[in-house]
């Protein structure tokens, strides 16, 4: 595994090459950037150039970026105001893919190679495999994967909570759709509160081409360290190992802070040392069961 590590943990703040400076510091070899607006604008030439120019500088790779998932009006992880690319509403479907096109226009100035989309926009309402919200993913997929693929870029779709998303409807929809350049996110927390891990991953695995860890105790999306709650690393990490390319199977660690802000910037040092630990321990586990 290639390990990597997300934004979304400091979603909170403003993204500056100071993170990225402890994100390197730290041993992190890559990182997922979480699309954002207050946290990372990718509309704003100004701060991806001011990006570009950092990671020309340095060793730390951009492996991904996370689609936007809210049109966010204030600093904060959350808003009122998500973006689906499934919504059956024809001007909110097309803003939603406006949005995704932008953040993918990222890539022209910062190389990176995934994409990793929701379907929907994780609130009820859009967790329902209904027609209507099938043939909008479906519209707005089929041109987002060429608009990507111009760029470099390979779209993974996320399985999360709900009918729109579960891996079996991921696996069945890119092969209904015959839309053959999409692939898989496999998100390990979301998985062990549906179906659970091992049966997911396998319903997913070859179409996998990144992955999300995090724990939880099964009934909430809490995004904890592994080890935190009761997702079972030993098989986790067993079924990884069959991907088709489990060695440079990008492993990114997607931690939520428990009050989002609640943090100062200091603090970044201190779950950055916690992340280290975590990928050391499951490197210890992976090496005792090789």
């Not at 699309?35 to 509309?43: A, G, T």
């Not at 043939?135 to 909570?161: M, W, Y």
């Not at 997607?254 to 603090?267: R, T």
Request: net charge negative.
């Amino acid at each position: 595994m290639q390990h990597g590590i997300s934004t979304y943990y400091f979603a909170g703040y403003r993204l500056s090459v100071e993170l990225l400076h402890e994100i390197e510091r730290a041993r992190i070899p890559s990182v997922e950037i979480f699309c954002l607006r207050s946290h990372f604008d990718y509309r704003d030439d100004e701060a991806v150039r001011e990006l570009a120019d950092w990671f020309a500088d340095h060793s730390l790779k951009l492996h991904a970026l996370h689609s936007p998932t809210s049109r966010d009006l204030a600093p904060g992880r959350e808003s009122t105001a998500p973006i689906s690319i499934a919504d059956p509403e024809r001007v909110r479907r097309l803003d939603a893919v406006d949005e995704v096109k932008r953040a993918l226009d990222v890539a022209e100035k910062i190389p990176f190679g995934i994409m990793v989309q929701h379907l929907g926009s994780g609130r009820a309402g859009d967790t329902e495999p209904d027609p209507r919200r099938v043939d909008a993913a479906f519209n707005s997929l089929e041109h987002l994967a060429i608009f990507a693929k111009q760029r470099g870029v390979t779209i993974a779709l996320e399985n999360t909570p709900g009918g729109l998303a579960t891996p079996s409807f991921l696996r069945h929809f890119i092969q209904q759709t015959r839309l053959t350049d999409l692939r898989l996110c496999f998100d390990v927390g979301h998985a062990h509160m549906e179906d659970g891990v091992e049966r997911s991953f396998e319903t997913m695995r070859e179409m996998v081409v990144t992955a999300h860890l995090h724990d939880n105790h099964g009934e909430r999306d809490e995004h904890l360290l592994p080890f935190e709650g009761t997702v079972d690393w030993a098989a986790t990490l067993k079924a990884l190992s069959t991907a088709p390319d489990a060695a440079n199977l990008p492993a990114v660690l997607e931690l939520k802070e428990p009050v989002a802000g609640a943090h100062a910037a200091a603090d970044y040092a201190k779950i950055l040392e916690q992340a280290s630990a975590a990928f050391w321990k499951l490197e210890q586990i992976r090496a005792t069961k090789a």
